[in-house]
C-alpha cells in the first residue's frame, strides 16, 4: 500500500468519524445549534466526491505502484524470471526479499 493510498484512507476514516459525530451532534443538541448538521453536511459532501470523482492521484498512484514495483524488482537481483522461462515474475520478487 502506498502512502498517497495510506492517506487517503485515514482522511476517508475521519470523514466517517467525522459524519457519524454530526448525525449525532444534530439528534442531541437544540434546534438553534447548526453545528451537528453543517459537520454532517460537509463530511457527506467529501465522502460523496472522493468515491465518485477519485481524482488524478488514485490513476497516478495505481499505475506507479504495479509497474514501479516489478521493474525495481527485476532489476535489483539480475536473475528475475527471465532465466526461468515460464514468465512467472514473483520468483523473482520473492528472492529479492528486504
Known sequence: MSTDALQRTIRRCTAVIVLAIGIHLTTV???GNDWGFLMTVVAGI???TS???PGED???A???DGAGSDHGADSDDGAGSDERGDGAESGGRSD???
Request: net charge negative; aromatic share 12%; charged share 20%.
Open 58 to 60: 488514485t490513476s497516478a
Open 51 to 53: 468515491v465518485v470523482d
Open 96 to 98: 529479492a526479499g528486504g
Open 46 to 48: 467529501y465522502l460523496f
Open 29 to 31: 443538541t437544540r434546534s
Open 62 to 64: 495505481d499505475s506507479d
